[in-house]
């Protein structure tokens, strides 16, 4: 009930236009890529010995998770996680991490 | 500034109240007000990704405490790998960059039906959604002789701050050739392979600086998280240190005489020099308070929402909830508070909830240069929170020692990764 008044006093108040304000809760690739940055830092600006993905093209990345998926690439624990999404989704996290700001 | 923003608020509210009756505009959630309790690595992470998803929503987060200390890398104290400074997180980066406004108080209270939490120091809160991440609490008695009291002698130091001190300050002062015995308990508990990671690292303190100790892990059950792991690890490092006694060769610890610094199985009475007894667990207290547990002691939740299903509005998080096939970690707090963000921002939009897709990745120390890992990859089967086939799962056995090592500093990159993500 209370979120319906605040909601449009806001709107109202800042003279804002009724429209989504931030499309990315709505994305779905956005919740399952940043399941990664537990590990890999907040937009994968990893602070320490964890592989950072700031700087890295989304071609790039992609080849990385296809690799550990399939086994092609030797890992400790990327091949395990790596293997919980299709290659779609692996692409998809990898184009979206490459599109977050460095 | 709160009062003034929040009278300025309320005016609003007044001015508008009138027009709510058009109805049909809920497009925008700007200024929609999320409450979360606890500020370890469900709430902090709760809160940070409310902004992050929705800049405009109005997070306050309670925390009892003005700083957090982790769990996570607690035990690295006790092997005296690090200080305490190393696992205390701080609320000043939630405030200044992601603008959460963070109250040091403790919640008494929570009014499902006004949507209003209390705290102990009179104030109120009123909350279009609130999130309840407060981690666990402890079943007092349900080792008979084991109460809160006698946890100021026998520590658990299953909640990491003072307690973690209290045993390692016993750790440094018992003699060299002593006992020091771990209570470990029945599922479900706060950080499954925890005890075992405990035990290891409290083995290298011993055999550094108390040579010839020894570390019997009492147990409640007959296996444990990476258990061949943890074994075959024991093995190298400190066969002559750690015994694990099983449930089934009465490890089960049923009685504790603190003051006597007596710990009684079955069969048996030992006298050690340090006891820590980590007793069975309950969702945290205000959430028992509150009617979000059930019978388990646990939080029932909706698992693409984490949104309770006994107080509407409310969502639980992390250790409190009862999500699945996640295990009770950082690591799942963490990534479940970012689903609940999510949905939650979606929620208030008049919006569908997202896709569920969560992660937990878990490291032990067996020595500072000796890693292990478990994964999950996790999404919903049947209407619950369930491993994705295939994927997941520990560290290979029989690994060499470059591999051992390469996890142990991954287990680092982890801790400093993962409180980054949470609270910076």
Not at chain 2, 17 to 26: E, F, K, N, Q, W
Not at chain 2, 76 to 92: S, V
Not at chain 2, 141 to 161: L, R, T, V
Not at chain 2, 357 to 379: K, P, R, W
Request: net charge positive; with cysteine.
């Amino acid at each position: 009930m209370r979120g319906i008044p605040t909601t449009l006093a806001l709107c109202l108040a800042f003279g804002l236009a009724i429209l989504p304000a931030a499309a990315k809760a709505a994305d779905p690739v956005a919740v399952m890529a940043d399941a990664c940055s537990g590990c890999h830092g907040t937009d994968g600006h990893s602070i320490g010995g964890m592989p950072a993905f700031s700087g890295k093209n989304a071609d790039e990345l992609k080849k990385f998770l296809r690799d550990y998926k399939s086994g092609a690439r030797e890992a400790t624990v990327m091949d395990r996680i790596a293997k919980g999404y299709s290659v779609e989704q692996l692409d998809a996290i990898a184009a979206y991490f490459a599109s977050r700001k460095k | 500034m709160f009062n003034i923003s929040r009278r300025t608020f309320n005016g609003l509210m007044g001015a508008a109240g009138a027009l709510t009756m058009a109805g049909g505009l809920s497009a925008c959630s700007g200024g929609a007000k999320v409450v979360v309790i606890g500020g370890g690595f469900g709430g902090a992470t709760a809160a940070k990704y409310l902004k992050r998803y929705d800049p405009s929503l109005d997070v306050t987060l309670i925390d009892a405490d003005k700083t957090h200390f982790t769990c996570p890398f607690s035990n690295t104290i006790l092997g005296g790998m690090n200080d305490m400074a190393y696992i205390e997180r701080k609320f000043d980066v939630l405030v200044n960059k992601h603008g959460v406004k963070v109250y040091t108080d403790l919640v008494v209270a929570i009014d499902g039906a006004a949507k209003v939490v209390k705290t102990k120091s009179g104030q109120t809160f009123a909350y279009d959604r609130l999130i309840v991440s407060p981690g666990i609490d402890f079943k007092w008695n349900a080792i008979p002789g084991y109460d809160e009291a006698a946890s100021h002698i026998m520590p658990h130091a299953w909640k990491a701050g003072p307690q973690t001190v209290l045993l390692k300050k016993q750790l440094e002062a018992m003699p060299a050739g002593g006992l020091v015995v771990i209570s470990a308990p029945g599922n479900p508990f706060r950080c499954p392979p925890g005890p075992y990671e405990r035990a290891s690292l409290i083995a290298a303190y011993l055999k550094k600086h108390k040579p010839k100790s020894k570390l019997l892990i009492l147990d409640s059950k007959d296996a444990f998280a990476k258990d061949k792991l943890f074994k075959e690890g024991w093995e190298k490092l400190y066969d002559d240190i750690i015994e694990w006694v099983p449930a089934a060769k009465n490890g089960k610890v049923t009685k504790v005489d603190a003051k006597a610094g007596v710990v009684e199985t079955d069969f048996e009475k030992f006298k050690p020099a340090v006891a820590n007894i980590i007793p069975p667990q309950t969702a945290g207290k205000i959430a028992i308070d509150a009617g979000l547990a059930d019978k388990s002691g646990f939080c029932p939740v909706n698992p693409l929402t984490f949104e309770s299903t006994l107080v509407k509005d409310v969502h639980v998080i992390g250790d409190s909830s009862i999500a699945g096939e996640m295990p009770k970690s950082g690591y799942s707090a963490s990534s479940q508070a970012k689903i609940t963000a999510a949905a939650v921002v979606a929620l208030l939009k008049g919006e569908k909830p997202g896709e569920f897709s969560a992660i937990n990745t878990c490291y032990s120390l067996l020595a500072a240069d000796y890693g292990i890992s478990v994964a999950g990859v996790f999404s919903i089967q049947d209407g619950k929170i369930a491993n994705i086939k295939g994927a997941g799962g520990v560290s290979p056995m029989g690994a060499n020692y470059q591999f051992r090592k390469k996890e142990a500093d991954f287990a680092v990159g982890w801790y400093q990764s993962v409180c980054q993500d949470s609270w910076a």
